[in-house]
């Protein structure tokens, strides 16, 4: 147990729905990061969190957003969904930028 | 830029065999590295990491990578796989110097598969 936990497990909806994954850091880590998981892409890096402020962007979609509330849990904002939104969406914390980071178990969402 | 390449996306050992799975990296600073491991239906947990110092670093489970600058590779190796060592190993680079973000790029993953 890496100690982050990540909500819901599962997630199935249809296209052109918008969802919310939610994330809670380990205790006293102030960073978080959500990736993004398929088979075509691999493991992608999508935006970064640092004590309540955007520090980082990946390969983000405008269609999806992110916010890290003064509790320092995270939510990312999926919406008009697309059947290629599918994918396993995982969430890391660490204690600061550069340090290792630890995996939640991740949020597998189904786009029909 | 960065990236990481890793040589073969499947690898197959007998069980006590030697596991070596291969990782390069490109970066135009000097990196942090990782590598993390995948089992089924699980997200991913940290097998051992390079910063500075050492360039031979253990992590768990047996496992160990080799920080080589010159060839710029960070081969995981383990000198007995066990059948629970089947999973799939994930290497990573974290760009410490830029803006220190610690955004992590990944290689595209390897699988390993144990046979008994």
């Known amino acids: 147990d890496s100690g982050v936990t990540q909500t819901p497990k599962h997630l199935i909806t249809a296209t052109g729905q918008r969802v919310t994954l939610r994330c809670s850091p380990r205790?006293?880590?102030?960073?978080v990061y959500w990736y993004q998981q398929s088979l075509d892409q691999g493991l992608q890096f999508l935006i970064q969190?640092?004590?309540?402020?955007?520090?980082a962007k990946g390969n983000i979609l405008e269609r999806f957003s992110a916010q890290q509330f003064p509790d320092l849990h995270s939510e990312l904002n999926l919406s008009s969904l697309e059947l290629g939104d599918s994918a396993l969406y995982f969430c890391?914390?660490?204690?600061?930028?550069?340090?290792?980071?630890?995996f939640g178990p991740g949020t597998r969402l189904t786009v029909t | 830029a960065q990236s990481v390449t890793q040589l073969g996306s499947h690898v197959s050992v007998s069980e006590g065999a030697l596991v070596l799975l291969r990782c390069n990296y490109s970066?135009?600073?000097?990196?942090?590295l990782f590598w993390y491991v995948q089992y089924p239906n699980q997200g991913l947990q940290l097998l051992l990491k390079?910063?500075?110092?050492?360039?031979l670093v253990k992590g768990i489970n047996g496992f160990e990578a080799e920080f080589k600058k010159s060839e710029t590779s960070f081969h995981l190796t383990k000198p007995s796989a066990h059948m629970s060592d089947a999973a799939e190993y994930f290497c990573?680079?974290?760009?410490?110097?830029?803006?220190?973000?610690?955004?992590?790029?990944f290689g595209q993953g390897t699988t390993l598969q144990v046979k008994p």
């Open positions: 390079y910063t500075t110092g050492a360039t």
């Open positions: 890391a914390s660490s204690v600061d930028s550069g340090n290792e980071q630890y």
């Open positions: 970066s135009s600073v000097p990196p942090y």
């Open positions: 205790s006293g880590d102030l960073s």
């Open positions: 990573a680079v974290s760009d410490k110097g830029s803006g220190n973000t610690g955004k992590l790029i």
């Open positions: 969190y640092y004590n309540g402020e955007e520090r």
